[in-house]
């Protein structure tokens, strides 16, 4: 079938029938292409580095119409989207502003349409929405702080997993970490599910169905709005990020709609101010110690006598589940 063939033949299909592969090696990058992709109503087969396109030999041999690559483009992979008999295969494109950045993030979304539209002949893409920033996101309700430290990634993981991205929540993540591993946290978190994770390099705002990771080098406060600040200060004391600081000023500022679980990890960090998140009213949960790759961090937590519920990251995404939707239905009544 020839090019032109193919694109007449994508013409018949409904835009939900084309499915689209990105390939890409930067997150924000797989994140904005797999944004734009949905908002064209396009099916999303895959959002990976070449790393992890290599490791999934479905993705190798599937049905994909379009290719939207920012990695090398080396003989494997133009062997593999000869294969596939695409319509379109887009290699490389200028980097992608961050979510937050609404109208320049709409600006390289609706260059990227243009670009679609034009090698699809599809021009009604143009005028299918595109990113709108604050005033379109999915509002959000309760504030879901996670600390974590040692042995952390694996259980949060597993947590996120089991937790559906469509609850009216935000997660904020503060991981003990080293700065040159923190920027692989978002990628571990991100595989087989749709929460979108990402580290805090600039003032943003908590977003539903996101999972904004505190940085190593800066400190971060959280205001009543919904915003995340980033302070040009690094953190005090011992633990960076300090779980302890983020936990006091979010339940300040949140009180009763914030749920903070502590995960396994080294030390007590974060039981420091749990008197004042009980006169705040906010949830705290843990991670079994004895389910933990570094018990004593969760164990701190349930030793203050404050913690709620203990179990399993499992368990705990379920708990949360349930208590959100134990709230909608009280506020309902």
Same mark, same amino acid.
């Given at each position: 079938m020839? %090019? *032109? ?13 084309? #499915? ?22 396009? &099916? ?7 790393? =992890? ?15 939207? !690559?920012?990695?090398d /483009?080396?003989?494997?992979?133009? &062997? ?15 980097? @992608?502003?961050?979510? *937050? +950045? ?10 990227? #349409?243009?670009?679609?539209?034009? $090698? ?8 299918t ?7 379109? +996101? ?9 600390? @974590? ?5 694996s259980?949060? #993981? ?8 469509t ?14 591993m !923190?920027g692989?946290?978002?990628? !571990? $978190?991100?595989r ?8 805090i ?43 302890? =600081? ?5 339940? %300040?500022? /949140? ?5 903070? !679980? ?26 079994d110690p004895?389910?933990? @790759? ?24 379920? #708990? ?5 939707? +134990? ?7």
């Amino acid at each position: 079938m020839t %090019d *032109n063939a193919r694109v007449l033949a994508l013409r018949q299909k409904s835009n939900h029938d084309i #499915k689209v592969l990105v390939m890409a090696e930067d997150h924000r990058q797989r994140l904005a292409f797999s944004d734009t992709v949905r908002s064209c109503g396009f &099916t999303l087969v895959g959002c990976v580095s070449r790393a =992890q396109w290599q490791e999934k030999s479905e993705l190798s041999n599937a049905d994909i119409d379009i290719w939207l !690559i920012d990695s090398d /483009y080396d003989d494997s992979v133009a &062997t593999a989207t000869i294969a596939s008999k695409s319509a379109a295969v887009l290699v490389g494109f200028s980097q @992608a502003p961050y979510l *937050n +950045e609404a109208q320049q993030y709409g600006k390289w979304q609706r260059k990227l #349409k243009r670009k679609l539209a034009k $090698l699809l002949a599809l021009p009604a893409l143009i005028d299918t929405p595109e990113y709108k920033g604050d005033d379109t +996101e999915r509002s959000w309700q309760y504030v879901v702080f996670l600390g @974590a430290s040692m042995g952390g990634p694996s259980a949060v #993981k597993e947590f996120l997993d089991n937790v559906p991205a469509t609850l009216p929540v935000c997660i904020l993540l503060a991981h003990h970490f080293n700065q040159t591993m !923190i920027g692989t946290l978002p990628r !571990i $978190l991100n595989r087989h599910n749709d929460w979108r994770c990402e580290v805090i390099a600039s003032s943003q705002r908590l977003r539903a169905g996101h999972c904004l990771i505190a940085p190593i080098d800066k400190q971060i406060v959280c205001d009543s709005a919904g915003r995340v600040i980033l302070l040009d200060q690094a953190w005090s004391g011992e633990y960076k990020p300090a779980i302890g =600081q983020i936990l006091k000023n979010t339940s %300040d500022v /949140y009180g009763s709609d914030l749920i903070n !679980i502590i995960f396994s990890g080294m030390g007590n960090d974060g039981s420091q101010y749990l008197d004042m998140v009980q006169d705040n009213n906010s949830q705290l949960w843990a991670q079994d110690p004895s389910l933990s @790759a570094c018990p004593s961090q969760p164990q701190a937590i349930i030793d203050s006598g404050y913690c709620g519920f203990v179990g399993s990251p499992t368990d705990l995404a379920k #708990k949360l589940t349930d208590y959100i939707g +134990e709230r909608a239905a009280g506020h309902s009544r």
